[in-house]
């Protein structure tokens, strides 16, 4: 057995046509599969930390939301777009003065929010001066 590696067009290996020894091509050959490997670990492992940030954002995010439970003035900042929240406008506003709705979008023809229930058309409404994010739901 030859202790050169042999080119695929070579019928014998010969010192001449050989630039290292077998044993650092074997040793280099098996240095470049354990770096394959490490590399893939490290794709493997920048993508669950991606996914780890991800779910962290979310939490914050939800953190942030349960912070801000209480009133909010319409002026000062509105809800996300397509979120039920309650609104508030006063006893003169619908009898009752406030209303479960969301944004449906937040340039009406109008300038304002357009508000829906769910029910009907969307609904510019002036009279609102206060909303919040709707309670969480009981645990069963």
């Given at each position: 057995?030859s202790?050169?590696?042999?080119h695929?067009?070579?019928t014998h290996a010969?010192?001449?046509y050989?630039q290292?020894p077998l044993?650092e091509?074997?040793s280099i050959?098996k240095?470049?599969?354990?770096?394959k490997e490490?590399n893939k670990?490290?794709v493997?492992s920048i993508a669950e930390?991606?996914?780890?940030?991800?779910k962290?954002?979310e939490?914050?995010?939800?953190e942030?939301?349960?912070?801000?439970?209480g009133?909010?003035?319409?002026d000062?900042?509105?809800p996300d777009?397509?979120?039920?929240?309650?609104?508030y406008?006063?006893d003169?506003w619908?009898?009752?003065?406030?209303?479960?709705?969301?944004?449906?979008t937040?340039?009406?023809p109008?300038?304002?929010p357009l508000?829906?229930?769910?029910?009907?058309e969307?609904m510019?409404?002036?009279?609102?001066?206060?909303?919040?994010?709707?309670?969480?739901?009981?645990?069963?």
């Open positions: 057995m202790k050169y590696p042999l695929p067009y070579q010969e010192p001449l050989c290292i044993e091509y074997e050959k240095e470049n599969q354990e770096l490490a670990n490290l493997e930390l991606e996914a780890m940030k991800q962290e954002v939490l914050d995010l939800r942030r939301r349960l912070k801000e439970r009133w909010h003035k319409m000062e900042s509105l777009v397509g979120e039920y929240v309650i609104v406008g006063g003169a619908n009898g009752r003065g406030y209303a479960m709705l969301k944004i449906e937040m340039k009406g109008f300038g304002c508000w829906t229930d769910g029910s009907g969307p510019c409404i002036d009279e609102m001066t206060h909303w919040m994010h709707l309670p969480t739901p009981p645990e069963k």
